[in-house]
């Protein structure tokens, strides 16, 4: 989502995150070079990362009925008389289910900010499913409680823990130990966004650990997202879990097309007529997934001409769903000059088919490249601004470092 700074974008100075700041972050600086090893040989992963970048592009109040429905408040605070520990909120592709586990993440932060209460986040990803094996997942949890601590003694690490040692520990060690850990804890709250991301046997195992975490541990509770068809597992794994069906609110979708129009450049293509319309039959027609809003609007706002922007308006409301809204940006992007096209449709296959993300600086340089030659002219990498403009929203970058991935895995 992008915009200018006049509307109120979520504070990104949080530092209540994944467990930056409370009781158990005491820095021994005695033993900081040793901890930081640890923490690499527990888990390559650094899910912070990824939540903060998502965090940055979330719209201030948007989701947040989600944080005053009876189901949440009884999960997230038992003094309201909640009894379930595991909470699962399911929705289509696009419905913002990633936006809201990071909001859940904020809120649980900001909420117990200060308290014996610890949140640790992780954000399933198809793009790079290799490298969030199940035991680098429950490891980038464990890393999380752990963070900053005398980690050997807090997490049951052996007395001669092998220094350097870059062989890593078996799931079922690193499940003690997150055991363990938790124990420790008075409160912990473990977020999991986008299940149905990760590879089958990968989702059997992490949801078979978190179970056996929950029926032995009354002090944790457990927030996921996912397709709908992930429900009988987390039934499986999880009985008695509170299930949530979630889609975007007509408030939502208002507010984030506010925000675009008011961050509109091209303002001789625009007037109140034109807005009003977006603003009451967007809504109103496409208004059960968000991804597909975002595509709609980046696809007339992306007409110059009051005219041409009305006629996409009526064309983008027409559509079925998710597929007309990539087969009409594809159309949009294949129509561009000679030039445009032919890097827009690079840029996709080099995302779609890359082995690993790639950061923005290794893309600009891959279609830098001139068959044949042997040197890489610098004068012939293009900018990631111009490779995404070529891509017309279907590519975004994000995180630091900046890694380039699809708008979205069902592309």
Same mark, same amino acid.
């Given at each position: 989502m992008a915009g200018d700074s006049s509307y109120n974008r979520v504070n990104t100075d949080n530092v209540n995150c994944f467990n930056v700041s409370n009781s158990y972050n005491t820095v021994n600086t005695m033993r900081e070079d040793e901890n930081r090893l640890i923490l690499e040989w527990l888990s390559p992963l650094e899910p912070q990362q990824r939540h903060h970048s998502i965090r940055t592009d979330r719209l201030d109040s948007v989701g947040s009925w989600l944080l005053e429905t009876s189901d949440f408040r009884k999960w997230s605070n038992r003094e309201v008389g909640g009894t379930q520990s595991v909470l699962f909120c399911y929705g289509n592709p696009g419905v913002g289910k990633t936006y809201l586990t990071s909001l859940v993440i904020d809120n649980l932060c900001d909420q117990r900010a200060g308290n014996d209460i610890v949140v640790a986040g992780l954000y399933c990803d198809f793009q790079v499913h290799e490298e969030q094996t199940v035991t680098n997942m429950i490891g980038a949890v464990l890393k999380q409680l752990v963070n900053r601590n005398d980690i050997p003694d807090y997490a049951g690490l052996p007395p001669a823990w092998p220094v350097g040692n870059t062989g890593r520990l078996r799931l079922a060690e690193l499940a003690e130990m997150l055991k363990r850990t938790i124990a420790l804890i008075p409160e912990v709250f473990i977020c999991i966004d986008a299940l149905d991301e990760s590879s089958p046997k990968n989702r059997l195992e992490l949801l078979r650990s978190l179970g056996d975490i929950v029926r032995d541990l009354p002090t944790v509770r457990v927030f996921l997202t996912g397709r709908p068809h992930v429900q009988d597992e987390i039934d499986k794994h999880f009985a008695g879990a509170v299930k949530l069906p979630i889609s975007p609110t007509t408030e939502d979708i208002k507010a984030y097309l506010k925000m675009r129009l008011d961050g509109d450049t091209e303002v001789d293509a625009m007037d109140d007529e034109l807005r009003a319309d977006i603003m009451e039959k967007i809504p109103e027609r496409i208004s059960e997934v968000f991804l597909l809003v975002s595509l709609n609007i980046e696809t007339i706002l992306g007409e110059i001409t009051i005219y041409h922007r009305r006629k996409m308006l009526e064309e983008m409301?027409?559509? +079925?769903?998710?597929? @007309?809204?990539?087969?009409?940006?594809?159309?949009? %992007?294949?129509?561009? +000059?000679?030039?445009?096209?032919?890097?827009? %449709?690079?840029? #996709? %296959?080099?995302?779609?088919?890359?082995?690993?993300? #790639?950061?923005?600086?290794?893309?600009?340089?891959? #279609?830098?490249?001139?068959?044949?030659?042997? @040197?890489? +002219?610098?004068q012939r990498i293009p900018s990631i601004k111009t490779l995404l403009g070529c891509c017309l929203g279907l590519v975004a970058v994000e995180g630091s470092p900046s890694i380039v991935r699809l708008v979205h895995f069902s592309l």
């Open positions: 409301t027409r559509g +079925n769903g998710l597929g @007309d809204a990539y087969t009409a940006t594809m159309a949009r %992007m294949k129509g561009q +000059n000679v030039t445009k096209s032919k890097i827009g %449709m690079e840029v #996709l %296959m080099w995302v779609s088919h890359s082995k690993r993300p #790639l950061q923005a600086a290794e893309l600009c340089q891959a #279609l830098g490249v001139e068959i044949g030659s042997t @040197d890489l +002219n610098p």
